[in-house]
């Protein structure tokens, strides 16, 4: 099956199968559960690298978020590069629907009008016409309309509101886009800039630099990108294109010379760039005289090199110049065990079995095992019968598997303060992650009062996803983090540095105000399925933005170190 040519590629198949999702929106009601499936669907294809072979050998719905009903417009889309569902959604839309919806103010009704009388079918014909006097002339818009719908349309899209993507979206979107660029001929070579390359937790654009010697062509080919839902020239050789999947791409091509001191401008942030250019009057350099390399910009500058994680002006500057900045910050090589997983014990989705072959298939030396405690009912919370009936599981397959699985719990700090296991239980675990999952309203000195009682317990536990934010949907407890620091600072604990990309607990200011305190912090996955364990590379993004070196990560030791380290009593 299948052996010929495919009609669309990944891309051109996920761009269609968002506009179904766009289109199926637009319609509204019960249409909007489907449009959600089919912007999942896209995004799986997205990121597929064996797409010929899953449509040859009818594995599609192999796929997370791809049923039968998605695999067979994919199918139709790979082998003819039409869908059935999207050629019937466009005959009942105007033409340019989706591109003109995005302007504020525009029903479907009036973007039909406006094809039907002036032909406009486009966010740039829109522009022209309204700059040309003919809108107002249209029934239901008149002058005022015209110049609003005018304003709206020359504000460059960054400047619109829009909800900031998380770390991992925009991780996601920028991969996409480099595989693109570097399709493309000419270009030399391609990095993440601003926010992202930050790793900061949320993003509003995608920030790419581009090396090349071939600039405006360079840009005018990654324009016919099928999944650009929209763009926008930011000077002769810079875009910026709003992908149908809401992230905001910036593209900035420059020759090679340029490609360093472009990346380090791009990159930021503000505050960081502002101390830089104070340190190069003071050392009277020249920003574009400077060399080619961002190492050798920082050299003649004075300073040691700054890693993008440090460039938030929040001392990096002050410790390059002293070269007191850390030397051996944490990265993901360094990491020897996924801490804090998650089975279908609890709330996981994977069984043990499979989360510790996952584990082990990364390399790691060892895993533990946190499901939730009785408290978390809504989790699965283990009671004392199933906890035993884990253990025993444990130990089954541990004689199948080298690597080492330590019995942990992720135990609720309850309104007292108390762990909810008997402290002869406790006292029976490998590893203890402590977390707050219920009552996040109580005021700040109760709430305080309750954690750092947790933390005195006699037990070494580790503090669990600390503030227990959820990213743009819940925010941090209230409580004194400092106090809390300090107690903990002498007790027997350790603070989790949380990876998952809603999570991201402690924030980085936190996470630098423990190390002043000589805590020991733990950077873990809080996985539920095999494939979050890859939620390591954000904890360590996060450890690395609070200055967070290898040597202050336990699970940076081996296996026997990390256990002694960890052990309850």
Not at 208 to 216: D, G, H, P, R
Not at 358 to 372: F, K, L, N, R, V
Not at 431 to 440: D, E, F, Q, W
């Amino acid at each position: 099956m299948a052996t010929e040519k495919p009609q669309l590629d990944r891309f051109g198949i996920a761009a269609a199968l968002q506009e179904i999702a766009q289109l199926m929106d637009l319609k509204g009601g019960q249409y909007r559960f489907k449009a959600k499936a089919y912007n999942a669907g896209a995004r799986a294809i997205q990121g597929v690298a064996n797409l010929d072979q899953l449509v040859k050998e009818d594995r599609l719905t192999t796929l997370p978020r791809i049923g039968d009903a998605l695999a067979s417009q994919i199918k139709q889309l790979y082998l003819t590069g039409q869908s059935s569902v999207l050629n019937g959604l466009r005959k009942e839309f105007p033409k340019g629907v989706v591109e003109l919806s995005a302007v504020p103010g525009l029903s479907v009704d009036k973007i039909r009008q406006l094809q039907e009388e002036l032909g406009i079918t486009s966010i740039a014909e829109l522009k022209a016409a309204a700059e040309a006097g003919k809108l107002q002339k249209l029934k239901g818009f008149g002058p005022k309309t015209e110049q609003r719908l005018l304003a709206q349309i020359s504000t460059p899209i960054k400047k619109k509101p829009k909800e900031r993507l998380h770390l991992h979206h925009a991780l996601s979107a920028a991969e996409q886009v480099i595989d693109v660029l570097k399709s493309i001929d000419g270009v030399i070579d391609v990095s993440i800039a601003g926010s992202l390359r930050r790793w900061v937790e949320t993003v509003d654009t995608v920030d790419l630099v581009v090396s090349t010697n071939k600039a405006a062509a360079v840009i005018e080919q990654f324009l016919t990108f099928p999944l650009i839902l929209s763009s926008q020239m930011d000077g002769p050789n810079s875009c910026f294109a709003q992908l149908a999947d809401g992230a905001t791409v910036s593209v900035t091509a420059v020759p090679p010379k340029e490609f360093a001191l472009t990346l380090l401008v791009k990159t930021g942030s503000e505050a960081h760039l502002n101390r830089l250019q104070l340190q190069a009057e003071r050392k009277n350099v020249s920003l574009p005289a400077l060399p080619r390399t961002e190492e050798q910009i920082y050299k003649q500058l004075g300073l040691a090199y700054i890693p993008p994680e440090l460039r938030e002006d929040a001392g990096e500057i002050e410790a390059a110049l002293k070269k007191k900045l850390p030397r051996d910050l944490v990265t993901e090589a360094d990491i020897k065990g996924m801490v804090h997983c998650h089975t279908t014990y609890s709330d996981g989705i994977h069984t043990l079995e499979a989360m510790v072959r996952g584990a082990e298939e990364m390399g790691m030396q060892y895993i533990t095992i946190t499901d939730h405690s009785p408290t978390a009912n809504y989790a699965g919370g283990l009671k004392l019968d199933r906890l035993k009936r884990q253990w025993e599981e444990i130990d089954e397959v541990q004689q199948k598997v080298k690597i080492k699985i330590l019995r942990g719990t992720e135990s609720d700090i309850i309104a007292t303060g108390k762990l909810d296991y008997p402290d002869p239980v406790l006292e029976q675990f490998d590893v203890i992650v402590a977390s707050i999952h219920a009552r996040y309203k109580m005021d700040a000195a109760k709430m305080t009062e309750r954690i750092t009682t947790a933390m005195r317990e006699p037990v070494f536990k580790i503090w669990g996803h600390g503030l227990g934010r959820l990213l743009q949907r819940r925010p941090p407890i209230e409580c004194d983090v400092e106090r809390i620091l300090d107690v903990i600072a002498e007790s027997q604990a350790a603070i989790e540095i949380n990876g998952d990309p809603y999570r991201l607990d402690l924030e980085p200011r936190w996470v630098r105000e423990a190390r002043k305190r000589k805590i020991k912090f733990v950077v873990s996955v809080d996985a539920h399925s095999v494939r979050a364990m890859n939620n390591v590379k954000y904890g360590v993004a996060m450890a690395r933005r609070g200055w967070v070196t290898r040597r202050e990560v336990l699970n940076t030791l081996n296996t026997a170190a990390f256990a002694k380290a960890v052990r309850p009593i």
